[in-house]
């Protein structure tokens, strides 16, 4: 039997190829150009915060001068406006169960609405100063934290309307802070004197158990689901603490240009699953950016840029919703499209029936008939063998010329398309066959002619030049004769002879810019 031999043939490919400047997006930054921004306009001046309801529907709160308004997570249309506030409303606070939320303003007031009737039920008289920031602990309805301009940090009894404990610590405002999610009775507080205390209402002398130097004043503080990791915005950094042990500063990033207003945590994925275990901390600054940081690997994995300064932020607990609320009084919502899936489960949950199941599928075997009739649609198991087709390889035409070794023909073919990096690709592939002066004297008038038009055309392109130039200066020494008795050649060479003139003076022009500026650099490095 007569042996064949396999040879593989590729096509030819240009070597100089620019490399795009912008970077591929990543799976992550997909995920969350995914959030479509929406608009929601006219609430009149800054929104200083905004809060998700821990309930199914998952509506959302937002403060913005003296009114609280409610918007729904599905059409991001306002619900309900309750304006029973003497001031700038500056927090508010859903309690667990969803039926009522709490909200301070600037008058040093605290009051609690019923979210059906838009109520005030109870209101906490006792901070001197605007309070700037209330919050209802975890899974506790009978009590809230508050913390105002006057330094003091309360804890309220909200039934009785009185303070159980004020904690005395903070030497400037308290800004803002945040529950643990792990415990009831312990939560975290930031103030402008630089400092993030933890406080425990289970201690009698009412002083902070853990005491953070941020280095900046603190515009916001939060904790991480763990409980066991706080971290803290002011300046334009923003830092991780390991509170267990023992306040340890973790990692500190400073991507913002401008000051740090607000953080929040997010989650990517589904509320099951592993995928929801991978949490991102979300940041807003007056620099207009929202930087989304994963402080699992401790870098940031996407960054948006919005035309004004934003002062606040919220992500929906189910990762479908994300808001944030800029110093313009503009909301801009994003929603996340669901798949169809999740859709047919919530209308059958609507209408009664629950979700309904699919039967699994059986497992195909070998045993079984339908086994040996799968298609080519059919996705391979793990234990299945894949034999691999090699795939056929598409030959351009001056590709197949090159393979049959007609190298002139292959040289003209190329000139006739549109493509400058092929027509480069075979001139470097001809030149390693020492081929391509051989080519260029056998050319007709008219071949040579194309061949000065593409050299005119392409000569003084930075990617070609080092190739063309010396190309073009022995086709003119091979064909001098040639060129001397036609016209037509010479038209192109006087165009050849003025694209060269004008790039010469181009790069005699920069080269002037450059004397002018490398002494100013110098000057200015030495600053």
Request: proline content about 5%; hydrophobic content about 35%.
């Amino acid at each position: 039997m007569a042996e064949h031999q396999l040879s593989k043939t590729f096509p030819v490919k240009p070597k100089l190829k620019p490399k795009p400047r912008t970077q591929k997006q990543t799976p992550e930054s997909k995920y969350w150009s995914s959030f479509k921004a929406q608009q929601i306009p006219n609430l009149i001046s800054s929104v200083t915060s905004l809060t998700f309801s821990p309930t199914p529907a998952r509506p959302f709160a937002a403060t913005h001068s003296a009114s609280l308004t409610l918007f729904s997570s599905q059409t991001f249309s306002p619900t309900a406006t309750i304006t029973s506030f003497s001031d700038v409303v500056s927090s508010a606070s859903f309690r667990c169960d969803g039926l009522l939320i709490a909200a301070s303003d600037l008058s040093g007031l605290v009051q609690v609405f019923d979210i059906k009737s838009r109520t005030p039920l109870r209101k906490l008289r006792s901070h001197s100063r605007p309070v700037r920031f209330v919050k209802y602990p975890i899974a506790d309805k009978l009590h809230l934290v508050s913390g105002g301009d006057d330094a003091l940090v309360k804890y309220w009894d909200v039934a009785g309307e009185t303070p159980i404990s004020e904690m005395q610590g903070h030497k400037d405002y308290v800004r803002c802070g945040d529950c643990s999610p792990v415990s009831s009775e312990m939560f975290v507080t930031g103030s402008y004197d630089h400092t993030v205390k933890l406080w425990d209402v289970r201690v009698t002398d009412s002083k902070s158990a853990l005491s953070l130097n941020h280095g900046n004043p603190v515009e916001d503080v939060i904790f991480l689901p763990s409980g066991g990791l706080v971290a803290t915005a002011g300046g334009n950094s923003v830092k991780i603490w390991d509170v267990i042990g023992g306040g340890k500063i973790v990692y500190s990033m400073e991507s913002h240009n401008k000051t740090v207003t607000s953080l929040c945590v997010g989650k990517i994925g589904k509320d099951n699953g592993e995928e929801s275990q991978q949490y991102r901390i979300m940041s807003v600054g007056l620099d207009g950016y929202m930087k989304v940081f994963d402080y699992a690997k401790m870098k940031v994995t996407h960054s948006m840029r919005f035309p004004a300064p934003l002062m606040s932020v919220a992500f929906s607990p189910d990762c479908s919703t994300r808001v944030i609320g800029t110093s313009n009084g503009i909301i801009y919502a994003g929603k996340r499209k669901t798949k169809e899936t999740e859709e047919k489960k919530d209308l059958g949950d609507f209408i009664g029936f629950g979700s309904v199941e699919q039967p699994e599928r059986r497992v195909l075997r070998p045993s079984y008939f339908r086994y040996f009739h799968r298609g080519q649609g059919e996705k391979p198991s793990e234990e299945d063998y894949l034999v691999m087709r090699p795939k056929k390889v598409k030959l351009a035409e001056h590709d197949k010329l090159l393979k049959k070794f007609r190298h002139k023909e292959a040289l003209v073919s190329v000139l006739g398309s549109k493509n400058s990096d092929n027509v480069v690709a075979v001139m470097e592939e001809l030149v390693a066959r020492k081929k391509l002066l051989k080519c260029v004297s056998n050319l007709d008038s008219e071949e040579l002619a194309s061949l000065l038009m593409f050299l005119h055309k392409y000569s003084t392109v930075p990617t070609h030049s080092a190739l063309l130039m010396g190309l073009t200066k022995k086709v003119l020494e091979l064909r001098a004769e040639d060129i001397r008795a036609s016209d037509a050649l010479k038209g192109h060479i006087r165009n050849l002879k003025r694209s060269v003139e004008e790039e010469i003076r181009i790069q005699q022009s920069l080269l002037e810019i450059q004397g002018i500026i490398s002494p100013l650099l110098r000057l200015a490095g030495r600053r």
